[in-house]
């Protein structure tokens, strides 16, 4: 099993950015492709980003395009988020799968096979 750990959550003004960080256990965040996904209090889990292993391919869900990017440096991949409203208010969680590509059932979750704890983040109006 996999050890997937974000950080970076916080406290931020609605306007401001944050950006969130996501490292693994064993051969690191190259070996797999890397999900970030939220869970809005009181709503279901909801799909933010892939990041294909192989071509580097970055997906994004709807409620994502435009102010969230993904991007991997090292042995780290990051979520930057911009122009964070209240509604961002959310635990993030970053996840792998073995899967080479962002298949199309990606924002469902299912091809991923290990999850982080998540990282509260908090977005005051």
């Known amino acids: 099993q996999v050890q997937v750990q974000e950080s970076g959550g916080g406290l931020v003004e609605a306007g401001g950015s944050l950006r969130l960080s996501c490292t693994t256990s064993?051969?690191?965040?190259?070996?797999?492709?890397m999900g970030w996904f939220r869970q809005r209090p009181g709503k279901e889990r909801e799909a933010l980003s892939c990041l294909s292993r192989t071509s580097g391919r970055a997906d994004y869900s709807k409620s994502a395009q435009g102010r969230f990017t993904i991007s991997k440096a090292k042995n780290t991949v990051y979520l930057q988020m911009n122009n964070l409203e209240p509604e961002d208010t959310a635990t993030y969680f970053c996840?792998?799968?073995?899967?080479?590509?962002?298949?199309?059932?990606?924002?469902?979750?299912?091809?991923?096979?290990?999850w982080g704890q998540g990282t509260q983040v908090t977005v005051d109006s």
């Open positions: 996840a792998a799968a073995m899967y080479a590509y962002c298949a199309t059932s990606w924002e469902s979750g299912a091809i991923f096979d290990d």
């Open positions: 064993g051969y690191g965040v190259n070996a797999y492709t």
